[in-house]
């Protein structure tokens, strides 16, 4: 199983970036593809959540802090999940990272938590500058 992350860069604030998350030796299907961004100074086992996309059925959970200005969605044919960041501000600045995890999942479970998903990517850096 492998995930790679892409898309990472600097802009300036109230820019927008699109990272990518491509997926390869599994099967797409029944799964839950999360975004994870690291605390300064702190690696992976850091990570914020951000955001959750399930390949079963679409289903979607976004955490508070980017709700409204980040969008997940994914394309089941290029295995591949995109986070869409619109409005980014310093804050924003991490480094980010994919993560899968094998399952069924709709709105009412679907995963949030770092310790529930499986495989991760090396992350992509982002930088927010003022």
């Known amino acids: 199983v492998q995930l790679v992350e892409s898309g990472g860069g600097r802009v300036q604030t109230g820019g927008s970036l699109r990272l990518s998350c491509e997926a390869s030796?599994?099967?797409?299907?029944?799964?839950?593809i999360g975004w994870f961004r690291q605390a300064p100074g702190q690696g992976r086992e850091g990570a914020s959540w951000?955001?959750?996309?399930?390949?079963?059925?679409?289903?979607?959970s976004y955490a508070d802090s980017v709700k409204g200005r980040f969008t997940i969605s994914g394309d089941n044919a290029k295995y591949t999940v995109y986070l869409q960041m619109n409005g980014l501000k310093p804050e924003d600045t991490s480094v980010y990272f994919c993560a899968a995890v094998s399952g069924t999942y709709f709105h009412f479970n679907i995963p949030t938590r770092r310790g529930l998903f499986d495989f991760w990517g090396q992350g992509t850096p982002v930088t927010v500058s003022s």
């Open positions: 951000i955001a959750t996309f399930s390949t079963t059925n679409n289903e979607t």
């Open positions: 030796g599994f099967t797409f299907d029944n799964y839950a």
